[in-house]
């Protein structure tokens, strides 16, 4: 691949963005892509924003990715995704998980959660990817699976399913929950 591409995950401290990026990134070293990645986390306190940025192809010579660059938003939260749009590049692709995490000023209601998310999102990118991946994740066993679903969802995204991805899982997670994030894997895949 001549092209690079570029993948920004979004999300909320504590969804697993970090890990899932990390699975990506080592898997994509393996197909032999010169891959770089950063992560933007204010995780001081769980439930701050985390952004990770992945860039593979021949040759990178940043992971950084700027605004209207991003070929591929994962969004672990419905808000995440509208803060992050603008980085999606025209044509580009959105994941979105249909899950909501709500702010401070939500909680004690000051602020309302938008409605409408969902739509709003379609309407501004014809190729997004609606996954219910918190529902799924704890259908197969627990929700904290849900970035691996997500993972799995932009594997086959990006047509990246040539790679034995169970063994890089196994490399990067604890093997008490090998099991449960390979069924995730499988269930984003078939999304």
Known sequence: MKETKS???????????ILASKILTEGLVKFGYDVKMSEVHGMAQRG???TTQVRFGEKVYSPLIGVGEA??????????AVRWLEYLKPGGTLVVNDYEIYS??????????????IEKLKAAVPNTKM?????????????????????????????LTGLDWESVIGELVDKRFYELNIKALKEGMSV
Not at 108 to 113: F, I, L, R
């Open 104 to 117: 401070v000023p939500v909680l004690v209601g000051t602020e309302q959660y938008p409605e409408g998310i």
């Open 7 to 17: 993948i920004l995950f979004v999300g909320v401290g504590g969804q697993g963005i």
């Open 48 to 50: 701050g924003s985390v």
């Open 131 to 159: 996954v219910d991946a918190a529902k799924k994740a704890e259908e197969i066993g627990n929700i904290k699976a849900q970035n691996v679903l997500m993972l799995g969802t932009l594997i086959k995204a990006l047509g």
């Open 71 to 80: 070929d591929v938003i994962v969004s672990f939260e419905k808000v995440e």
